[in-house]
């Protein structure tokens, strides 16, 4: 069931809203109502994996649970074994029977095992929460708790990566509190401004940028189709993913729930370490305090310092995709993560046009290698974009790139929007309203375009 | 309390009251669009096609086959009809109807395979008690193993369930056609073709001539030569079910349209599948008791003749014409048997 779906906007959500807050006075019932939703939100895709998931999390709670009884840290190293296995297996086995296969030079058979839809996400937080454990900061909580903490549908898919103790101790608030009908009003909102970038402007996006890209992977483009798509394709990244956050963040708060923040206008950065702290902000995060840290970080010296930011860096391009061209672009980014420290180290600030130009520039040249299914297409595109390639091409929606461009770079990101709207005015309700009405009328044309961080 | 939900606790300016407003204004406005939505659709019936009571606007103005034939489709104005696709396209409705004494309708959908084709006959003897005629212009898309439904066809727009119709008629595309049917009441656009003709001819060249290509360049071309077994014809069978729930007395033709000479099959496995397929439809016209096979997908002087063809599948209005005298012939008695021309 995918947010933007009219069976999820009419049905799914007013049922489960309602069944929340018809038992709202009770912890329990409530909780059992959202993981009882997110059960059957999560079974829509596939219902062979909610079987998977409610093992993960199970298995994980035991184990964390084991570890409480005995002391034996081997508790939560299996746990970790455990949740890596998974992702082993559901996502990366085929990937390393391919790479395999490259080094031994003879042919191996392939699992093609059916992605489970947001493993990467949910095992993640389980491992969070594990290492946590295992450093003295998490305790135990009851399994109906923790289960809705990595179940909860809002974030369950796609994120924002949230841990335990962000979440946990959310649950035990009465969600009609104070604030109750604000925190409805600004989910509505925040909803129906994801919705509308979904469905208005990432969608349209991805009817420039699809064609392109295939093209690219049969024949070098032209000059302007090659930034016809990288552009187009960084807008459609950015809208896409950021709308769904926002939705999420917006679902979450009509259960008077509070989700992180996962982007903050990504595309005025003027460096790349800047870019990291605007987007996927709670997988930044979660890189930094899960792998960078324990990998060394940027007190243990310059060599270990490099060999962190580039290990973590093509990690997080793996945790992407089960492909080199992912790993190729995490490490592009740690490279150029590296090279911008030693910039800032030199203590001498480039113009920030120039900053801002060199950072999208470099960012861009990221996007083409991880949209491209190859790395044959993507050296094919790169050269396109400084003219290797031939001049000429055809650029198409420019109009539509300029909005998304001036969408991208205006609205404030989610938690900012929460803060800021600070008046109820009643204009400002009805066109939200006809606008959302409009994104289900407009969403009805044909089956509902996944979410491109689904995949991940 | 941690950070996040400290964070919460915003400063609010306004009193709970005038968020509450907020909400109720944004629930109604938006619940309210979309119930005025569902009603223009239901009232509009912007496809015409009869499933609520409606407004009960006359006529559409639609160009696009698949959805005009909504409409035409469950006419009561018709008793007969031609289904097919492009191949069928050019026969004209109207000189059928004077050469048979019936009135047909031209329901064929360029692109169509087999599935929207049954789905077209479906819904055309779902509504028409008393059938005059059925002309099915079949090519190999019929003789697959795996027929394939077209990912862009309507179905819901001709299946049995109002509910599916409703649910997916819930769309801005609907109601741009609802406002397309509302244009046409005023007389603002141009109403679609009475009988669903649509002449491919049109817009052609007055001296056009169709070059065939060079002989190394030619090519099985039939639509689905691998799916060609030999074994198996679902679409077949299907169609078969379909013709027998009708009464014995409805005349069946089903005729083979020509193609040029190029497109002809040449792997002798083929052209084997081919024939059993033929051999198939041309039994289902069999009991109908003015019914018939023709088969113009055969070498011949008509096939070998360029000049008959817009392109190597696209016969001309001559041929039609032809085809049509063949089939009046057909359904008036003149010639029961299967044909080969």
């Known amino acids: ?456 | 309390m941690d950070a996040m939900t400290q964070r919460e606790q915003v400063t609010d300016a306004a009193p709970e009251a005038a968020w509450r407003g907020f909400v109720a204004r944004f629930v109604a406005i938006f619940v309210g669009a979309l119930a005025l939505a569902l009603a223009l659709i239901v009232l509009i019936d912007p496809y015409d096609s009869g499933r609520f009571p409606s407004l009960g606007l006359a006529g559409i103005a639609d160009d696009t086959q698949r959805t005009a034939n909504v409409s035409l489709g469950r006419s009561g104005k018709f008793d007969a009809a031609i289904f097919g696709n492009s191949h069928g396209q050019l026969l004209d409705p109207e000189r059928l109807s004077q050469a048979t004494g019936l009135s047909f309708v031209q329901l064929a959908i360029p692109g169509a395979n087999a599935p929207e084709q049954m789905a077209m006959i479906h819904w055309f003897v779902r509504h028409h008690a008393r059938i005059g005629a059925i002309v099915l212009a079949a090519d190999d898309r019929w003789c697959s193993a795996d027929p394939q439904p077209w990912k862009w066809f309507p179905f819901w727009l001709y299946g049995d369930s109002d509910i599916q119709y409703l649910r997916t008629a819930f769309s801005a595309r609907t109601l741009e056609a609802a406002a397309r049917r509302i244009k046409h009441v005023f007389g603002l656009v141009h109403p679609s073709d009475p009988r669903g003709y649509d002449d491919y001819e049109r817009g052609l060249p007055p001296n056009y001539r169709f070059v065939p290509p060079p002989v190394a360049e030619r090519q099985d071309a039939l639509a689905f030569p691998v799916l060609l077994d030999g074994r198996s014809f679902p679409a077949i069978d299907r169609l078969a079910e379909q013709l027998a729930d009708l009464p014995a007395r409805v005349p069946v033709a089903i005729l083979f349209p020509p193609r040029y000479v190029s497109d002809l099959p040449v792997d002798p496995d083929v052209q084997a599948v081919l024939a059993e397929c033929k051999s198939r439809l041309a039994r289902l016209t069999v009991q109908s008791p003015r019914g018939g096979f023709l088969d113009y997908l055969v070498a011949s002087p008509m096939t070998r003749d360029p000049g008959n063809f817009e392109d190597a599948e696209h016969y001309r209005a001559p041929v039609a014409r032809t085809l049509e005298r063949a089939i009046a012939e057909v359904l008036r008695g003149q010639g029961a048997e299967s044909r080969v021309r």
């Open chain 1, 1 to 456: 069931m995918l947010f933007q779906s009219q069976g999820f906007i009419l049905v799914f959500l007013p049922i489960a809203v309602a069944a929340y807050y018809a038992v709202a006075g009770a912890e329990r019932a409530r909780q059992w109502v959202l993981i009882a939703a997110s059960l059957v939100f999560y079974g829509w895709w596939d219902a062979r994996f909610i079987a998977l998931l409610v093992g993960q999390v199970g298995g994980t709670w035991l184990l964390a649970y084991g570890h409480k009884q005995t002391g034996r840290a081997a508790f939560l190293y299996a746990g970790v074994a455990l949740n890596l296995a998974s992702l082993a297996t559901f996502k990366y086995l085929d990937f390393l029977l391919a790479s395999a296969e490259w080094l031994v030079d003879f042919a191996l058979p392939r699992a093609h095992i059916l992605l489970p839809i947001g493993i990467s996400f949910f095992s993640f937080q389980l491992i969070s929460y594990l290492v946590d454990r295992m450093r003295g900061d998490a305790p135990i909580y009851a399994f109906r708790p923790f289960a809705l903490f990595v179940m909860l549908f809002p974030h369950l898919i796609a994120g924002p990566i949230v841990r335990h103790n962000e979440l946990i101790p959310q649950f035990a608030l009465d969600p009609r509190r104070d604030g109750l009908w604000r925190r409805l009003a600004v989910g509505l909102m925040l909803f129906t401004l994801g919705f509308a970038k979904k469905v208005l402007l990432a969608d349209k996006l991805a009817e420039v940028v699809d064609p392109l890209f295939t093209g690219a992977a049969a024949h070098p483009l032209a000059l302007a189709d090659a930034w016809n798509a990288a552009l187009a394709f960084a807008f459609q990244l950015f809208l896409d993913f950021s709308a769904y956050t926002e939705m999420a963040i917006g679902i979450a708060l009509l259960f008077g729930l509070l989700l992180p923040e996962n982007f903050r206008r990504p595309y005025l950065a003027t460096d790349l370490r800047d870019f990291w702290r605007r987007w996927h902000i709670s997988l930044s995060n979660f890189i930094r305090d899960y792998l960078y840290i324990p990998l060394g970080g940027s007190r243990a010296g310059p060599v270990r310092y490099v060999l962190a930011t580039l290990g973590s860096m093509a990690l997080c391009g793996l945790w992407h995709g089960a492909g080199w061209t992912y790993v190729a672009w995490g490490a592009w980014h740690g490279i150029g993560l590296v090279c911008c420290r030693t910039w800032q180290q030199l203590a001498r600030p480039m113009p920030a046009a120039l900053a801002w130009l060199l950072t999208m520039a470099f960012v861009l040249a990221g996007w083409v290698l991880f949209r491209a299914g190859d790395f044959t297409t993507a050296a094919s595109m790169l050269a396109s974009l400084v003219g290797l390639n031939g001049p000429g091409g055809e650029f198409r929606g420019a109009g539509l790139i300029v909005v998304s461009a001036l969408v991208s770079a205006l609205i404030p990101s989610a938690h900012e929007i929460k803060d800021g709207l600070q008046w109820p005015r009643p204009a400002l309700a009805a066109a939200a309203a006809m606008l959302a009405a409009y994104c289900v009328l407009e969403v009805g044309r044909g089956p509902p375009l996944s979410f491109i961080y689904f995949r991940f």
